[in-house]
């Protein structure tokens, strides 16, 4: 990799650009991912400053934090007192950036820096938010591109706001979306949603989207299930109007079937044996019911966690902001 030398303790003035990359585990490419990140930023003229959230790494990750921010003062640090997860890492870049056009981008170059410029062209023709949609997903498992592939459709499908198919967190948000999105502070997020209810001028470019050159995806399926729920529930309460809908569907059958088993009792007293057929209703009954309570649980869990209202995340170092890093009194 070509090494560039960095002005040391470059002014960070007011940057127009602020890019937002939560880190966890990335030691394999962190510093190739700064270092490529503020080449192509460079060759915009423009001030702009990097905001690196690491959410609990257990790796050497947060010690090249340290070591590019005393390199160039651009890259500024926020260290989570542990994992919040992906979702509070990106909430806490936000908080923090203070550029008028905000891209946030994943760590593992996986979201390669040179489509950036290309975003900025549209942010600069008028567009509030830019996101960036994968054309093609090298290197990734067919299960995971087919169950990404309906996710992506299914929500679009129950939600009343259209997130765009194939868009990861890789995008770019003015100044006034990032206002608008740090304003929600609720627990359960699904910011690829959020930036999109917040509307404002929307469009979307097209790029390659790399395979992971090193270390690996930290997303397990049961954390792309929890994603995926938590972006349904954010966004629809048909899971649970389900539950109405087929309680009718339900009950119409159940009359039915007791109409025609009085008529034919009526003519036929020998006809209808019925223990099996009992079990079988009832075993599936109570199934259905199993599962909506289930549904129900979901989204009860989640209102208890807005409820209790506990920051999104803890801080426990921040490198390179002047208030220290913290954000403002009214957000928690
Ligand atoms: N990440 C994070 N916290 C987590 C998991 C992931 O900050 O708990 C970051 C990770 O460092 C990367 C981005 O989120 O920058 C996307 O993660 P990953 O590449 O593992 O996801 P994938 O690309 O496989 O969907
Ligand atoms: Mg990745």
């Not at 959230?53 to 007192?81: E, P, Q, T, Y």
């Not at 390669?112 to 023709?125: D, G, N, S, T």
């Not at 591109?145 to 929500?155: G, H, W």
């Not at 270390?215 to 792309?224: A, P, V």
Request: with cysteine; net charge neutral.
């Amino acid at each position: 990799m070509k090494d560039i030398t960095l002005p040391n303790n470059a002014p960070s003035a007011s940057p127009l650009l602020s890019i937002v990359g939560p880190v966890y585990n990335e030691e394999a490419l962190l510093e190739e991912f700064c270092l490529r990140v503020i080449e192509v930023l460079e060759t915009l003229g423009e001030p702009f400053e990097l905001v690196l959230v690491n959410d609990g790494s257990r790796d050497h990750s947060l010690d090249i934090l340290h070591r590019m921010h005393a390199r160039d003062s651009r890259v500024k640090v926020i260290n989570f007192s542990r994992n919040f997860g992906l979702q509070a890492a990106l909430t806490a870049g936000l908080d923090h950036a203070c550029g008028q056009a905000i891209i946030v981008m994943d760590t593992d170059l996986q979201d390669p820096p040179e489509v950036v410029p290309r975003l900025i062209a549209k942010w600069r023709e008028g567009y509030q938010l830019v996101y960036a949609q994968r054309a093609e997903r090298a290197g990734e498992t067919w299960f995971k591109k087919v169950t990404a592939s309906a996710f992506y459709r299914l929500i679009d499908k129950i939600t009343n706001i259209n997130i765009p198919v194939d868009t990861g967190e890789f995008r770019l948000m003015d100044r006034k979306v990032v206002d608008a999105l740090i304003s929600m502070r609720e627990y359960n997020r699904f910011m690829r949603g959020m930036s999109v209810w917040v509307g404002y001028r929307q469009t979307g470019i097209t790029y390659e989207r790399d395979a992971r050159k090193a270390g690996e995806t930290k997303f397990s399926l049961s954390k792309m299930v929890r994603l995926a729920l938590d972006g349904i529930t954010s966004f629809s309460y048909l899971p649970l109007q389900l539950a109405t809908y087929l309680g009718f569907f339900v009950a119409v059958l159940s009359l039915v079937f007791l109409l025609a088993v009085l008529l034919l009792r009526s003519f036929f007293p020998d006809f209808f044996y019925g223990q099996a057929t009992t079990l079988a209703m009832v075993l599936f009954l109570g199934s259905v019911q199993l599962i909506f309570l289930g549904v129900i649980g979901e989204y009860l869990g989640r209102i208890y966690d807005e409820v209790k209202r506990r920051p999104l995340y803890i801080v426990a170092e921040a490198l390179g902001f002047e208030d220290g890093g913290q954000p403002p009194a009214d957000r928690p």
